[in-house]
């Protein structure tokens, strides 16, 4: 696929201020400071289209961006960040949730990862979340660029050997790195695969 435009949409407080639900939808979502909005940027060839921020925690809205007239890529609020009130991050956690099972025009999200740690508690019970409620998902590792082979194919393994434990199957994986682009063909292949399976006369 061939990103052609990428423009801002809105941004959204919660599901019910979101876009109509005429067009596929894929999101992202991550641990805070994970690298998804350089990702973002590095998938539609726009640097300045999702701020980017050295500040955790800084996406506190459904950022909704259209791509190509025909499909919308969705940046959601980081979570895992400490330093936010209780209060906060409970409203954050319930405007995610409610937009992932309540928009139904969301054909995959992209659970972000950075490939430099080891398995996290908020992306394992992010992960049992998405399984438990059959959600279709996909791991994205991230800042793949700042290890070497063996470290890479070590913390990889972690995840899988985590993910056994619970699933039979393992979700679809993906590699990335926003600096030298790679995963950015898998990703967006991904989403050009899965379009033609949305059909807008199913939802009401």
Known sequence: MIIQSANFVKSSANYLQCPPMDKPEYAFIGRSNVGKSSLINAITNNRKLAKTSGTPGKTQLINHF??????????????????????????????????????????????????????????????????????????????????????????????????FKQWEELPPMILSSAVDKKGIDEILDSIDNSKSMFNPNLIN
């Not at 054909?107 to 996290?120: A, G, K, W, Y």
Request: charged share 30%.
């Open 66 to 163: 259209l791509i190509n007239e025909d499909w919308f890529l969705v940046d959601l609020p980081g979570y895992g960040y400490a330093r936010i009130s209780k209060v906060i991050r409970e409203k954050w956690e319930k405007m995610i949730m409610d937009y992932l099972f309540k928009r139904l025009n969301l054909m995959n999200t992209f659970i972000l990862v950075d490939s430099r740690h080891e398995p996290q508690k908020n992306d394992m019970e992010l992960f049992q979340n998405y399984g438990a409620n059959q959600l279709p998902f996909t791991i994205v590792f991230t800042k793949t660029d700042k290890l070497n082979k063996n470290q890479l194919s070590k913390n990889i393994s972690a995840y899988k050997k985590e993910l």
